[in-house]
């Protein structure tokens, strides 16, 4: 049985599928109206496993390891990128791994709150949200496919995420590892004035290629990121819709970025044949974000380079590569820029996501707001 999508005239989009001859006649089942590709391809896989699962699947003796493993290769992958559905699949064949052997249709609350239990004294109370998140939407597919009456994790109470406080820098500790970067290691100081005068994410940093910079503008079109998926390097969409946007460049980086250019113009004329081409995703790539001799700088440098810059300026902090991203977003609130602003400039999906990350800010900006008052009424 297959299907296919296509666009009719009027942009919107039609899935049909041929489910075969039935009684002498061919039989079609066909869907318009989808605003968008994913739309249909989704709705059709739906189908498709609405059809295949009433028609051929023994819910009665289907283990929870051979649904969960069909629903990674089916839903899953059809509707998440491939960097999210690596990260599934390792879910699966490992926190979800012991409920595995057991019948889907015998799963209960009692077992998942056990299997939790257990997990907790291996993995972070953040990873068995993640676990539980995951197994939550996949049972809940079989709710929908019928091979379950009900989703037995709604009756579970996942662990909290682990709160971990945001460390971020200070406008003297970016300057003294701005300063010193731009002595010591000038391809690394190009990501972190990126970094630290946008809030962009280091994937988002690693995709900018030389077409996504508007001089004449000032403005940084982000609409891409690189992933490692397995071994290869892949350059896919943004984690989401409202990531790609538009980010106003500081002077600085403005500055900083042409004087790159015209420095990495002249590594390209010096090295010649020799110049490394970065070729990700079967595209050669304009990478701005490159060594000496034209490679893309490795993801993982983005966090030993941030590492060897605090400990190089004895900043005795914990701060990951995405704090950087959060440094900027305190910064800009701090001086009372406003949160609607901030979220643009990160490309949160809603304000309230912005708010809750950075509450401990909004809380000290409002005191000096009362302060301010308390002088003049």
């Given at each position: 049985?297959?299907?296919?999508?296509?666009?009719?005239?009027?942009?919107?989009?039609?899935?049909?599928?041929?489910?075969?001859?039935i009684?002498?006649k061919?039989?079609?089942?066909?869907?318009?109206?989808?605003?968008?590709?994913?739309?249909?391809?989704?709705?059709?896989?739906?189908?498709?496993?609405?059809y295949?699962?009433?028609?051929?699947?023994?819910?009665?003796?289907?283990?929870i390891?051979?649904?969960?493993?069909y629903?990674?290769?089916?839903?899953?992958?059809?509707?998440?990128?491939?960097?999210?559905?690596?990260?599934?699949?390792?879910?699966?064949h490992?926190?979800?791994?012991?409920?595995?052997?057991?019948?889907?249709?015998?799963?209960?609350?009692?077992?998942?709150?056990?299997?939790?239990?257990?997990?907790?004294?291996?993995?972070?109370?953040?990873?068995?949200?993640?676990?539980?998140?995951?197994?939550?939407?996949?049972?809940?597919?079989?709710?929908?496919?019928?091979?379950?009456?009900?989703?037995p994790v709604?009756?579970?109470?996942?662990?909290?995420?682990?709160?971990?406080?945001i460390?971020?820098?200070?406008?003297?500790?970016?300057?003294?590892?701005?300063?010193?970067?731009?002595?010591t290691?000038?391809?690394?100081y190009?990501v972190?004035?990126?970094?630290?005068?946008?809030?962009?994410?280091?994937?988002?940093?690693?995709?900018?290629?030389?077409?996504?910079?508007?001089?004449?503008?000032?403005?940084?079109?982000?609409?891409?990121?690189?992933?490692?998926?397995?071994?290869e390097?892949?350059?896919?969409?943004?984690?989401?819709?409202?990531?790609?946007?538009?980010?106003?460049?500081?002077?600085?980086?403005?500055?900083?970025?042409k004087s790159?250019?015209?420095?990495?113009?002249?590594?390209?004329?010096?090295?010649?044949?020799?110049?490394?081409?970065?070729?990700?995703?079967?595209?050669?790539?304009d990478?701005?974000?490159?060594?000496?001799?034209?490679?893309a700088?490795?993801?993982?440098?983005?966090?030993?380079?941030?590492?060897?810059?605090l400990?190089?300026?004895?900043?005795?902090?914990?701060?990951?590569?995405?704090?950087?991203?959060?440094?900027?977003?305190?910064?800009?609130?701090?001086q009372?820029?406003?949160?609607?602003?901030?979220?643009?400039?990160?490309?949160?999906?809603?304000?309230?996501?912005?708010?809750?990350?950075?509450?401990?800010?909004?809380?000290?900006?409002?005191?000096?707001?009362?302060?301010?008052?308390?002088?003049?009424?």
């Amino acid at each position: 049985m297959k299907g296919s999508v296509k666009k009719e005239t009027n942009n919107t989009w039609t899935y049909t599928v041929d489910i075969g001859i039935i009684n002498g006649k061919r039989k079609q089942k066909k869907k318009r109206g989808f605003k968008t590709k994913k739309e249909a391809d989704i709705s059709m896989i739906e189908f498709l496993n609405n059809y295949k699962t009433n028609q051929f699947v023994d819910s009665k003796n289907m283990t929870i390891g051979q649904y969960l493993e069909y629903w990674l290769e089916t839903y899953a992958a059809a509707s998440v990128s491939k960097s999210t559905h690596l990260s599934y699949k390792k879910v699966v064949h490992n926190q979800l791994s012991d409920l595995s052997e057991n019948k889907l249709e015998d799963l209960n609350p009692f077992i998942i709150q056990t299997l939790y239990t257990d997990l907790l004294k291996r993995y972070s109370p953040t990873s068995v949200n993640y676990a539980h998140r995951i197994l939550k939407m996949a049972l809940k597919h079989a709710v929908k496919w019928k091979l379950i009456l009900y989703n037995p994790v709604d009756a579970v109470n996942p662990p909290k995420k682990a709160y971990k406080e945001i460390e971020t820098l200070t406008v003297d500790e970016v300057n003294k590892i701005k300063n010193h970067l731009y002595v010591t290691n000038k391809e690394y100081y190009i990501v972190f004035m990126i970094a630290i005068t946008t809030g962009m994410r280091r994937g988002e940093i690693a995709a900018l290629e030389w077409s996504d910079i508007n001089f004449t503008n000032k403005q940084i079109y982000v609409s891409k990121a690189l992933k490692l998926i397995g071994r290869e390097l892949e350059i896919s969409s943004t984690k989401n819709k409202s990531s790609i946007r538009s980010i106003g460049m500081t002077d600085s980086l403005f500055s900083t970025l042409k004087s790159w250019k015209k420095e990495q113009t002249a590594f390209k004329l010096n090295y010649g044949p020799h110049y490394i081409k970065n070729v990700i995703s079967g595209k050669p790539r304009d990478i701005i974000c490159t060594w000496e001799n034209g490679r893309a700088i490795p993801l993982d440098y983005y966090f030993v380079g941030l590492k060897k810059a605090l400990r190089d300026t004895e900043i005795n902090k914990h701060v990951r590569f995405h704090d950087l991203r959060h440094t900027h977003a305190t910064l800009l609130l701090e001086q009372n820029v406003e949160a609607k602003i901030v979220q643009e400039r990160l490309g949160h999906s809603n304000i309230s996501t912005t708010m809750d990350l950075y509450s401990h800010v909004t809380k000290n900006v409002q005191d000096k707001a009362v302060e301010k008052l308390n002088q003049i009424l």
